[in-house]
């Protein structure tokens, strides 16, 4: 069966946290007794909590004080849905440390990071693993190619935290400028071909990895090996297939993670995410399980899109594409509506910025369509 890590922790973690309100939920909503969780076999009674489940129970304002009355809390944030996002122990919740170190961070290194700061759990995920890595951070957050060329140039940064699409809009900016060596990327699509690039015209080594707000690191790239080193430390990841049964060795389905923390001790979180498992690495990420889809770091569920379109009075088709450079793209064509009302609405809802909206009166259903190419990690 595919799955990555220890399941033995993963009993023993349970009945060490048996009194946490996010364990105990994960029995009540199985309609299950802690006793019966023996083996695998018996682990598998507890439903995986998806996506969707998580925001409705947020939406009825019954999750985020689950968690806070679990345990220590350092700080909050939110996720489209919404979704409230909590971090516990410093370094050790979100450990993208650990990526870091396998990316080449180290003490003297300058690092530009673009993730957001405000709101959104990214930019403080890498800040503070640059910071246990010894690497000094400029914490720049979203910005226009100029300013973010500007800086790179003016803190004289060696390394580059962000997306793929971002760091080329940089460095088509600096024109051979600075000393750029080493990025760590996330939130989008980054192929070896794009990294031999990277490297060949301008000498910069790149990394990436895969993680969720919720669990915080689940699998990254290390130097030389295929596919992406899943943190079993922390994590019992599982590949479940369409119909939530284990899949067999090799076979696609959705990467479902128990995370043994204090903090957010999630059994079973399903994460939407498909991907399979080859020579104990996770393959790679091959899109979505459900119809939800993942632009530039922001999860736009399907339901929460479709609310917002029933809102409006419209019906809508988004878009997501690859541009002819390959940077991620989006387009939204709609039935009717007040375009500046939609590009609120729109922004409110996933803190993205839309660009024009088309006018289509012979769309009659709501959907999300993700045309982007999934590759293969090598």
């Not at 946490?20 to 682990?43: C, G, M, N, W």
């Not at 890595?133 to 910005?143: H, I, N, S």
């Not at 479709?306 to 988004?318: A, D, M, N, T, Y």
Request: proline fraction near 4%; glycine fraction near 10%; charged fraction near 25%.
């Amino acid at each position: 069966m595919a799955f990555l890590g220890d399941f033995q922790r993963v009993l023993a973690f349970i009945r060490e946290n048996s009194a946490h309100p996010l364990v105990q939920d994960a029995f009540v909503r199985s309609e299950i007794s802690p006793s019966i969780v023996k083996d695998y076999e018996t682990f598998q009674f507890i439903n995986p909590l998806t996506k969707q489940k998580l925001s409705e129970m947020h939406s009825g304002g019954s999750l985020l004080p689950l968690i806070l009355s679990g345990g220590y809390v350092s700080k909050i944030f939110t996720s489209p849905g919404p979704v409230y996002n909590v971090k516990g122990e410093r370094f050790e919740h979100y450990r993208f440390y650990k990526a870091l170190e396998a990316a080449g961070f180290m003490d003297g290194d300058v690092a530009v990071n673009t993730f957001s700061y405000h709101g959104s759990p990214a930019g403080d995920m890498v800040d503070e693993a640059c910071e246990k890595c010894g690497c000094a951070v400029y914490p720049l957050g979203p910005a226009d190619s100029d300013k973010g060329a500007e800086t790179i140039l003016a803190v004289d940064a060696n390394a580059f935290v962000g997306t793929r699409t971002y760091l080329f809009k940089c460095l088509e900016k600096l024109a051979g400028r600075g000393r750029l060596e080493k990025a760590f990327l996330m939130a989008e699509k980054l192929t070896e071909d794009d990294k031999a690039v990277l490297f060949a015209a301008y000498g910069i080594k790149a990394f990436q990895a895969y993680g969720t707000a919720e669990a915080g690191l689940i699998a990254y790239e290390t130097a030389g090996a295929r596919g992406m080193k899943a943190d079993t430390e922390a994590l019992f990841i599982e590949i479940l297939d369409a119909d939530g049964k284990p899949a067999a060795d090799g076979e696609t389905g959705e990467v479902t993670v128990t995370f043994m923390s204090g903090t957010t001790p999630f059994i079973r979180l399903a994460t939407g995410d498909l991907s399979f498992i080859e020579n104990g690495h996770l393959a790679g990420i091959f899109g979505r399980a459900d119809s939800s889809v993942k632009f530039k770091g922001v999860f736009i569920h399907f339901w929460v899109f479709e609310k917002l379109c029933s809102e409006q009075g419209i019906s809508g088709v988004l878009d997501i594409y690859n541009t002819p450079d390959g940077a991620d793209s989006m387009r939204l064509s709609v039935s009717g509506g007040v375009p500046e009302l939609i590009h609120a609405s729109f922004y409110r809802s996933f803190g993205l910025r839309l660009p024009e909206i088309e006018v289509d009166d012979t769309i009659s259903e709501t959907l999300v369509r993700d045309t982007r190419k999934q590759l293969k990690l090598r």
